[in-house]
């Protein structure tokens, strides 16, 4: 049994959850963050919601439709909550 099928743009396009990530991850790349380090991780983690959403739009089977979106919530609620990211 095949556990995952290609969505199109436009399947993608109809997630709420898609699009935020999508302009999410526009911004990141625009952000003027000092730290390099911070940017690039910062970058990494928004392109890593908006795949794991777009991953799991594609998978068939419901867990792991659901494995997929634990991750990219987890992904961005790692990256908002962490203090990490407050720059002194």
């Known amino acids: ?10 399947s993608l396009e ?3 959850c898609y699009r935020v990530a ?23 983690a928004s392109l890593s919601v908006l795949t794991n959403v777009a ?4 998978r068939v089977a419901r867990a792991d439709k659901r494995r997929c979106y634990a ?3 987890g992904e961005a609620d790692l990256r908002v909550n962490d203090p990490v990211y407050e720059e002194p």
């Open 14 to 16: 109809r997630l709420d």
């Open 55 to 58: 991953e799991g739009a594609g």
């Open 71 to 73: 991750i990219a919530r």
């Open 22 to 44: 999508r302009d999410f991850a526009r911004l990141a790349q625009r952000l003027p963050i000092a730290n390099q380090v911070l940017r690039d991780q910062f970058r990494r």
């Open 1 to 10: 049994m095949n556990r995952y099928s290609v969505p199109t743009t436009a």
